[in-house]
């Protein structure tokens, strides 16, 4: 077994042994707080009023593209959320003074390798907030958008997986795969972030931090609206479609 297996290895057994046991102590005192009740409102709030996108031109949908820095791959053992950015993109473009950041301040520690990864200080999880009032806020900022992120089976996936853990409502938002989107588009299937940004001539800002992550992908995504326009995709059910074919 190579260091990579020893190292998730290891961590699986610390978090059955004992981590959960404490994060789930640390959790049932989140919910004496008020916070926990109004991101548990919230997530019902958004299920209620999610709306039908499917048959709507892409061109009059407003996406709410996001990014998450995270602990690590893992949120079944315990890796956690430490920020969460986001842009909106409004008439196929990015709206650049609608913006969302917020750190995280986690229930674990942090390591020393995730935050020079990250680049986030002791102070920034000193200053953030709890992930329900982070979530609260998010869901607040996104509310009757379509989410989009690169790659989404990752970020939709890990906050499905966090809430889940802290017993909270079920999360299924309307949200598009923008990797996914791109490999249908470009006929690829390796258009992560940093090739993306360099085949569209974008900026590029500093990586893995949540709101520099999620403009570049609103930029990348503003570069593929243009080209579903030209393949003759114009809803959200035949991008769905296309992606599903591929």
Not at 201 to 218: F, P, Q, S, V, Y
Request: hydrophobic share 35%; glycine share 4%; proline share 3%.
């Amino acid at each position: 077994m190579n260091d990579i297996g020893i190292n998730v290895g290891y961590r699986i057994l610390k978090y059955y042994l004992w981590q959960q046991f404490f994060f789930r102590a640390q959790v049932n005192g989140e919910k004496t707080r008020p916070s926990y009740y109004k991101v548990a409102h919230t997530l019902k709030e958004f299920e209620a009023e999610k709306p039908t996108f499917q048959d709507k031109h892409l061109y009059n949908c407003t996406f709410t593209i996001f990014d998450l820095e995270t602990t690590g791959f893992f949120p079944e053992v315990g890796d956690e959320i430490i920020s969460i950015g986001a842009v909106k993109v409004t008439e196929g473009k990015i709206q650049e003074k609608d913006t969302f950041y917020k750190v995280i301040d986690p229930l674990q520690t942090v390591s020393r390798k995730t935050k020079k990864f990250t680049g986030l200080k002791r102070k920034d999880f000193k200053n953030g907030v709890t992930l329900p009032v982070g979530i609260k806020d998010f869901l607040e900022f996104s509310k009757g958008t379509i989410l989009v992120a690169h790659p989404a089976s990752f970020d939709i996936n890990f906050l499905q997986k966090r809430l889940h853990k802290w017993e909270l409502p079920t999360f299924q938002p309307e949200y598009i795969d923008s990797f996914a989107l791109a490999n249908a588009l470009l006929e690829r299937n390796d258009c992560y972030l940093d090739a993306m940004v360099k085949k569209f001539g974008i900026t590029e800002r500093t990586r893995h931090h949540a709101l520099n992550d999620a403009i570049m992908t609103a930029e990348i995504f503003e570069h593929l609206l243009k080209i579903c326009y030209k393949q003759e995709v114009h809803t959200i059910r035949t991008l769905h479609e296309l992606i599903t074919d591929k």
